[in-house]
Structures are given as C-alpha cells and as structure tokens.
C-alpha cells in the first residue's frame, strides 16, 4: 500500500510547489507544520482524517476517493477510472457538487447558531465537512447522539454517531427532520416533525423507543435549529 506521502503526491502532484502547503494549511485549518508533516514524514504520519481528505480531494482531484487518500482503503477511485472531470471527453461525468466546508458544533451551540455564525472563527470547531447539499449561509453539522432516532428495518435511520446536515435558513414542514432547541434542556434535540389533529409533535422513529418517549409535544419556548437536509457518516476511524 502507498504511504501517505505517496498518496498525497498523487493527489497534489508537485507537492513541493510554492504556496501549496499553505493553500492546505487554509482549507484545512490546520498548522504549516502539520501539512509539512502529511507531506514530508511518513515515520510520524501514516494517516490524516477523512474529513481533511474529502476537502483535498474536492479541491485537487474529485475523482479520488478520499478514503483512499486519508488511509489507503480501497477503492481508490470516488468515479469510474478514467472519468475526467470537466474535459472535451464522451465519458465526462460530474461527481456530485460539493458545497461548503460546514463547521461540526455542539447540541449547545446549535440553539443560537444563526446569532453567532457570523462571529465563529474556523479554529473554534476542530472538525470540518463538505456536503452535497447547500446548507445555506448559516448552515452547519451536528452529530447524533443515542439511539431515538435509529431503524435499521425503516426507510430512514440515524445511528448513533452519524453526521447531519443542518440547515437552519429553512422554514420546516411535518414530515422533515429537524433540529429544536429545548427550553427546558438548554440543548438541541433531533427528531421528526409530525402533527397529530392539529397538534405539533417531535417524533423518535426509532420503534422500540418507549412509548412515552416517543412523541414529545413542542412545548412554548422551543426554537426551530434547523432542516436537516442530508446525513453522512462522517469520519470513520
């Protein structure tokens, strides 16, 4: 298997070009340092987050799969071999448009979101992601905790660990998943919108939730966080 160092070659090309580990320092927000190391040491680094690969390979070459850049799983290849992207050929194919970076924050944070987006600065989330959908200007991620919202047999499951994709500019519709703050808890909850006669709920779609925690009724003071558009599985160890 390729080290790191030659992944990142073929990735970045010359990776000795001016600017260039600067330009990944930006996108990544990480060190000089640390790029150097990605780079250069292939005794101190072996492997980077697929997250900082998913924003290298959307940058440099869309084509490769970011998996294979951060670890060296395979496939190595995001689309077909031999898919160009952007060229005069028959087998142009456009992978998916990648939009953001989105900041991952906290269940706190979300609440006021919308407020404090304009003042976050990048080294306040340690963890970044691209998102085939646009999550609008305040958009950002937040990650899934316990088991209320998995089903493994439903159309739809949210397993513990997994990575939403929030938009909190929507306005939301029964049906959609969405992110309320909790007035009561001083932190976001993630369930699915319902009503019932009339009655606004937050559904748990997972179906051995106990009964009297299944559907909570919005209470006054809830704040609508957010549309939950997409989910992802993030990073994977």
């Not at 939403?164 to 007035?183: A, C, K, S, Y």
Request: net charge negative.
């Amino acid at each position: 298997m390729p080290t790191l160092q030659e992944r990142m070659a073929e990735v970045l090309g010359d990776t000795s070009a001016r600017g260039l580990q600067a330009e990944i320092a930006r996108l990544c927000h990480k060190s000089r340092p640390t790029v150097s190391a990605w780079i250069n040491n292939p005794d101190k680094v072996t492997t980077i987050s697929r997250s900082d690969a998913e924003l290298i390979c959307a940058r440099w070459r869309p084509e490769i799969s970011p998996a294979w850049l951060a670890e060296g799983a395979m496939p190595k290849m995001a689309l077909p071999e031999g898919t160009r992207l952007g060229g005069p050929y028959e087998n142009v194919s456009d992978g998916p448009k990648q939009n953001g970076p989105y900041p991952l924050i906290s269940d706190v944070v979300a609440g006021s979101w919308a407020e404090l987006c304009d003042n976050f600065h990048p080294g306040e989330s340690d963890e970044k992601f691209m998102s085939t959908k646009n999550l609008g200007r305040h958009g950002y991620m937040l990650r899934v905790y316990g088991r209320s919202m998995e089903n493994p047999g439903g159309r739809y499951s949210f397993p513990e660990g997994m990575i939403l994709h929030v938009n909190p500019d929507m306005d939301p519709v029964p049906g959609q998943f969405v992110i309320v703050r909790r007035e009561s808890t001083k932190e976001a909850t993630f369930k699915k919108y319902v009503i019932f006669e009339g009655v606004p709920f937050l559904e748990a779609i997972n179906p051995d939730w106990p009964r009297e925690l299944k559907y909570l009724a919005l209470q006054p003071g809830d704040v609508w966080c957010g549309v939950v558009v997409d989910a992802s599985i993030g990073s994977l160890p």
